[in-house]
């Protein structure tokens, strides 16, 4: 039908966009083009460095659109099945272009974001902040935990808890370790709770995709040229035929 065909037009655009690309810079192609000039002139430093950002971008592009054209993707964010599916699918993606899985992207951020903080105070709070910004909540209440610990490891030393005073952040660390035995937090499960976070976004992507698809259907069928069409199941609608 021809709402169908531009429904998954746009369904192209937001898939893609929001799988793909929202993890790189976007960068103009103008920037690529070379400057008019004697053919004898040397390349500038600055363009090479350019032109390895553009293929690098481009290549993972393409790697991702190749995995995301031969992959069925049920838009049911209310399917397990589809869920999960959808999920190793995009962990695919990932590996083969070398991108970031969520809990990289964030391990990623604490690093960058903390390396210069030297107290623990400030360093547990930037983690809130960059918790929050990331969009992840914290359901079991851990963050007021962690700062009553280090209040209490702090009143015992009678002083800030500086990073790198190793014998006192022990002592911390291990304020932590009971706190991840009450809460049920093992490390030896941190690879299960790491799926169960991918599990969760793909549901979330699955989610959005779908409220996109309706709303895009249903202002199609409010034009004239499509009175007569009717609104298709989104479960049926597939992706493939329009990257």
């Known amino acids: 039908m021809a709402m169908t065909c531009r429904l998954l037009c746009r369904s192209k655009k937001l898939y893609a966009g929001q799988t793909f690309l929202q993890q790189h810079h976007a960068i103009p192609l103008r920037l690529f083009a070379k400057e008019a000039g004697p053919p004898s002139m040397p390349p500038l430093k ?11 971008v481009k290549n993972k ?3 991702a659109l190749g995995i995301l054209r ?7 964010p ?3 099945a589809a869920v999960s599916h959808y999920a190793n699918v995009m962990k695919t993606v990932r590996e083969k272009a070398g991108l970031f899985s969520e809990s990289q992207r964030v391990k990623y951020t604490i690093e960058q974001r903390t390396q210069e903080i030297p107290d623990a105070r400030t360093y547990l709070l930037t983690l809130q902040e960059i918790r929050a910004k990331s969009g992840l909540t914290d ?12 209040e209490k490891v702090e009143k015992e030393i009678k002083k800030p808890l500086l ?3 190793k014998k006192n952040m022990a002592l911390l660390l291990a304020e932590f370790d009971k706190i991840n035995k009450k809460l049920g937090i ?12 991918e599990l969760k976004i793909a549901k979330e992507q ?22 007569d069409e009717e609104m298709v199941d989104v479960k049926s609608l597939d992706i493939r035929n329009f990257i």
């Open 61 to 63: 592009f393409d790697t």
């Open 206 to 227: 699955l989610t959005e995709l779908k409220k996109d698809a309706l709303e895009a259907m249903e202002t199609q069928l409010k034009r004239e040229e499509f009175k």
């Open 78 to 80: 209310d399917d397990p």
């Open 46 to 56: 600055g363009d090479e460095m350019l032109k390895g950002i553009f293929y690098e």
């Open 139 to 150: 359901d079991l209440g851990v963050e007021p935990v962690m700062i009553e610990a280090l």
């Open 186 to 197: 093992w490390k030896e499960n941190l690879a299960k709770y790491e799926e169960e976070v």
């Open 70 to 76: 031969k992959e069925k993707i049920t838009i049911d």
């Open 163 to 165: 990073r790198s005073d």
